[in-house]
């Protein structure tokens, strides 16, 4: 995150010339793709997008062939997928770095930029208090990993039915114990801001679950992030939101611009974060 800073603020990365990157994704993205590509670009290397559709991964072909050539011509393998057991898969028989760039399980990179968005505006990370108010999704998942990881206090607000995974629980409330921070999940929104330093949502309906989409807007009415509940935060609190937002339904419309919200600065932090990591990858 030191490293992201000192990149956002003008430093040249190490060189990866010579180096490659494939950028598989099986879903679409703008802030993912584009800022992973601008990153491999930054440090001189060379980025290939592959689509699902040229590819076919497990379908095409199988996931382990897919492993074995793509490590013959590139360096790191940047995936986006809704199924983190072919993460694993194609990470377990290729034998370059595998990134997760979204999975159905977590999006650690999107975590990465939440929390650098967080220490730009707190100054330091010390007993950070986030809060996720939704769906236990795989943000929700990796930004409590991270915060508990950071000794920081991440408390989630989902209604019943659309809590976190319990090995996500499990896990966060491991590393808590760990580092001193703390986890906790509820059902009432204003319960759980109170006192938060970060306010956070995502949409009630992700890729893939446009099938159950009336069911959802349905269990998650009343947990729309908006200024009543902002003002229950502290007073310094920021809101944050990886985007694509739904307006109307987990914000209201225009809420990202709202005096609340570094959700523009999230999103640019993706590429920094993301430079930073691939030049540890990378660049030697
Ligand atoms: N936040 C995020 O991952 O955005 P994209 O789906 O546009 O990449």
Same mark, same amino acid.
């Not at 983190?84 to 975590?111: G, K």
């Not at 998942?141 to 976190?164: C, D, K, N, W």
């Given at each position: 995150?030191?490293?992201?800073?000192? +990149?956002?603020?003008? #430093?040249? !990365?190490?060189? %990866?010339?010579?180096?490659?990157?494939?950028? /598989?994704?099986?879903?679409?993205? $703008?802030?993912?793709?584009?800022?992973?590509?601008?990153?491999?670009?930054?440090?001189?290397?060379?980025?290939?997008?592959?689509?699902?559709?040229?590819?076919?991964?497990?379908?095409?072909?199988?996931?382990?062939?897919?492993?074995?050539?793509?490590?013959?011509?590139?360096?790191?393998?940047?995936?986006?997928?809704?199924?983190?057991?072919?993460?694993?898969?194609?990470?377990?028989?290729?034998?370059?770095?595998?990134?997760?760039? +979204?999975?159905?399980? #977590?999006? !650690?990179?999107? %975590?990465?930029?939440?929390?650098?968005?967080? /220490?730009?505006?707190?100054?330091? $990370?010390?007993?950070?208090?986030?809060?996720?108010?939704?769906?236990?999704?795989?943000?929700?998942?990796?930004?409590?990993?991270?915060?508990?990881?950071?000794?920081?206090?991440?408390?989630?607000?989902?209604?019943?039915?659309?809590?976190?995974?319990?090995?996500?629980?499990?896990?966060?409330?491991?590393?808590?114990?760990?580092?001193?921070?703390?986890?906790?999940?509820?059902?009432?929104?204003?319960?759980?801001?109170?006192?938060?330093?970060?306010?956070?949502?995502?949409?009630?309906?992700?890729?893939?679950?446009?099938?159950?989409?009336?069911?959802?807007?349905?269990?998650?009415?009343?947990?729309?992030?908006?200024?009543?509940?902002?003002?229950?935060?502290?007073?310094?609190?920021?809101?944050?939101?990886?985007?694509?937002?739904?307006?109307?339904?987990?914000?209201?419309?225009?809420?990202?611009?709202?005096?609340?919200?570094?959700?523009?600065?999230?999103?640019?932090?993706?590429?920094?974060?993301?430079?930073?990591?691939?030049?540890?990858?990378?660049?030697?």
């Amino acid at each position: 995150m030191a490293r992201a800073r000192e +990149l956002k603020a003008g #430093e040249r !990365p190490a060189s %990866a010339a010579g180096k490659a990157a494939a950028l /598989l994704f099986q879903h679409p993205s $703008l802030r993912t793709k584009v800022s992973f590509d601008l990153a491999v670009h930054r440090l001189g290397g060379h980025p290939i997008y592959l689509g699902q559709q040229e590819v076919g991964l497990g379908a095409r072909e199988p996931v382990p062939d897919v492993a074995r050539v793509l490590e013959r011509y590139v360096d790191v393998v940047i995936f986006r997928t809704s199924s983190h057991r072919t993460l694993e898969e194609l990470a377990r028989h290729a034998c370059i770095p595998v990134v997760n760039a +979204l999975s159905d399980a #977590e999006h !650690p990179c999107q %975590a990465l930029a939440d929390i650098m968005t967080a /220490l730009e505006h707190l100054g330091d $990370l010390g007993g950070i208090r986030v809060t996720f108010v939704g769906d236990g999704n795989n943000c929700a998942a990796s930004l409590a990993l991270l915060t508990v990881a950071l000794g920081g206090t991440f408390a989630i607000a989902s209604p019943h039915g659309y809590h976190l995974p319990e090995g996500i629980v499990q896990r966060a409330l491991g590393i808590a114990q760990e580092t001193g921070g703390s986890f906790r999940q509820v059902e009432d929104p204003a319960e759980a801001v109170r006192e938060a330093d970060i306010v956070y949502t995502d949409v009630w309906v992700s890729m893939g679950q446009e099938g159950e989409a009336e069911k959802r807007r349905r269990a998650f009415a009343g947990y729309q992030v908006n200024e009543h509940l902002m003002a229950l935060a502290s007073p310094q609190a920021r809101f944050l939101h990886p985007m694509p937002a739904h307006y109307g339904e987990e914000v209201p419309p225009g809420f990202l611009e709202s005096r609340w919200s570094l959700a523009y600065e999230q999103a640019e932090n993706r590429l920094h974060i993301q430079t930073a990591l691939l030049e540890a990858m990378l660049a030697w």
